[in-house]
């Protein structure tokens, strides 16, 4: 798949670790927009908001959610702002309910 991504070259970024106020760990990661599947890139359309990509929070208790879009300094922000995000970002139902939405 072809890109005008400016970012498509930029090395993928390690995933970051947090945890929040609740003790739970939160794993965050960067999906890209040039990353995706074909048949999910033509789902999502070329205004969709989620075309520029989005971070992926992972709970250690099996909560995801995703914010999209995101500032790309993302990996440098405290986890303090991390966790703001993360409160902010959308709930990601389980893969055959999101499929339904998506």
């Known amino acids: 798949m072809t890109s ?5 070259d930029r090395p993928a970024t390690e995933p970051r670790v947090f945890v929040d106020a609740e003790e739970t760990r939160w794993e965050v990661r960067e999906v890209r927009s040039h990353e995706l599947p074909e048949r999910l890139a ?11 990509g989005w971070l992926v929070f ?3 208790t ?8 995101f500032p790309p300094d993302w990996t440098t922000v405290t986890a303090f702002e991390l966790e703001r ?3 902010r970002a959308v709930r990601v139902p389980p893969a055959p309910s999101r499929r339904r939405e998506d």
């Open 4 to 8: 005008n991504d400016p970012d498509q």
């Open 42 to 52: 033509k789902l999502l359309g070329d205004k969709d908001r989620r075309r520029s």
């Open 58 to 60: 992972e709970s250690s």
């Open 62 to 69: 099996g909560e995801k959610r995703r914010l999209s879009p």
């Open 85 to 87: 995000w993360c409160m």
